[in-house]
């Protein structure tokens, strides 16, 4: 029963993270070559952020209806910004001189992207991916409130009924997963920074 | 009766009783949080042990933290905005201890080469130059804060979030749109105005760096 909430809980945190990287990676790229939509794309996502989470929700709803997809678009929504920011900026703080250089070896505009810099913005891609992840195991909490399920349901219901073990055993495992991830997602940036600058 | 007649009255209180929460909730932490980071950067051996643990708070849900609060305070405005308060300790704190630390140190010899002492070099010096840093996370706690005072009105002390929660438990979308909207406008318009005076104390301009 509470396996099964915990994997809920993941699978949505899962889905979010899978989609916002899937959106924002091109977004990022798309503020970093087309200098007109810069400011649209890199404003908007943080507007979007601003928003508190469970009025996005709330308004997420309103168009999807309850249930598992009003969530996980809500989830995406808001962590899009670590995404998008950390694109932008990877490719953008790249060294001018490497990207000189692949100029003057004849590659086109997209050879360069795909073979060079993206490359060498990844680490940097990691750790918005990674900052959207932790983002998203708590967010998700919220999901309970529009009929998604997940460890929120658990805290709520503690909550309610004054039940403190119950709402404490949710907690924890929440801060768990985030603390695990956080760390788990550090390490790996760790040893892919180490490899690049090897 | 349209909307506006049934509900605008109670919507103004709400917009009131949410930007006071926020208001009191970002002071609060603010004096704290300054506070304990001037502290911290004066003995970073320390801090490298409290930042970390405190990042790990950071991830109780807010939900959690006001409940837990509500068990033991009841239900008052102390209880919605002393969880608020330390939610809004953490960006500000963390944002203090980095922006002094990175001042550059020749700045600091220079200073005390000019004969300034330890406090003069900290509030005429290091305070300053740590300003835009401070600023930053200052906007970080504000706009955190707008959207976790939202889940005040859980526990029954409105605020906007009231409207949301009724509005979804009822499935009302008027009453949804009329929490959330005033409640983006006021992140927002709160995070823009902060991100004014933020340029305005700022002495460098170019710098840049990713979302940490």
Redesign the interface.
């Known amino acids: 029963m509470t396996v099964k909430i915990v994997l809920e809980h993941l699978y949505l945190v899962f889905l979010a993270v899978l989609f916002s990287t899937a959106v924002g990676l091109p977004l990022g790229i798309l503020a970093y070559l087309y200098r007109p939509l810069r400011r649209a794309v890199l404003v908007t996502s943080e507007i979007l952020q601003t928003i508190p989470a469970l009025a996005l929700l709330g308004m997420v709803m309103l168009i999807f209806g309850a249930g598992k997809l009003t969530v996980i678009i809500g989830l995406v929504l808001y962590s899009l910004l670590p995404v998008v920011h950390n694109t932008f900026l990877g490719l953008d703080t790249i060294n001018p001189g490497i990207k000189e250089a692949a100029r003057g070896m004849g590659l086109e505009k997209w050879d360069r992207l795909f073979s060079i810099e993206l490359p060498l913005s990844f680490p940097m891609v990691f750790t918005g991916i990674r900052i959207a992840t932790v983002t998203s195991v708590g967010v998700a909490v919220f999901a309970t409130a529009v009929g998604g399920g997940g460890l929120g349901s658990i805290i709520n219901q503690g909550i309610r009924t004054q039940n403190m073990r119950l709402m404490l055993s949710g907690t924890l495992t929440l801060m768990a997963i985030a603390v695990l991830f956080d760390i788990g997602m550090a390490f790996i940036e760790k040893k892919m920074n180490q490899r690049r600058s090897a | 009766m349209n909307f506006w007649e049934l509900y605008g009255q109670k919507l103004i209180t709400a917009v009131g009783v949410h930007f006071l929460y926020v208001f009191s909730a970002v002071s609060i932490g603010f004096i704290i949080a300054l506070t304990l980071g001037i502290l911290l950067s004066r003995v970073p051996s320390i801090a490298k042990v409290v930042l970390p643990l405190i990042s ?1 708070f950071q ?3 807010g ?2 933290f006001i ?2 609060l ?2 033991s305070l009841g239900m008052v405005p102390a209880t919605a905005i002393t969880a608020l308060a330390i939610y809004a300790i953490f960006p500000i704190l963390k944002n203090t201890y980095v922006g002094l630390l990175s001042v550059d140190r020749s700045l600091i010899e220079a200073a005390r080469g000019c004969g300034m002492s330890k406090t003069q070099r900290l509030f005429e010096v290091e305070l300053p130059l740590a300003l835009p840093s401070i600023i930053g996370g200052l906007r970080i706690s504000t ?1 955190y804060t ?3 005072a ?2 005040a009105s ?1 526990i029954g002390l409105g605020g ?2 009231e409207f ?2 009724i ?2 438990a009822t499935n009302n ?1 008027k009453l ?2 009329a ?3 005033p ?2 406008i006021m ?2 318009s709160l ?1 823009l105005l902060i991100d004014s005076v933020k340029k305005r104390v700022s002495y460098s301009s170019g710098r ?5």
Do not use: E
Not at chain 2, 208 to 212: D, L, S
């Open positions: 790990v991830t109780i849900p939900v959690v409940g837990l509500f068990l706009v707008v959207s976790w939202v889940l859980m906007l979030g949301i929660y509005g979804i979308n949804i749109v929490g959330a909207i409640s983006g992140a927002i995070s840049r760096g990713g979302v940490k």
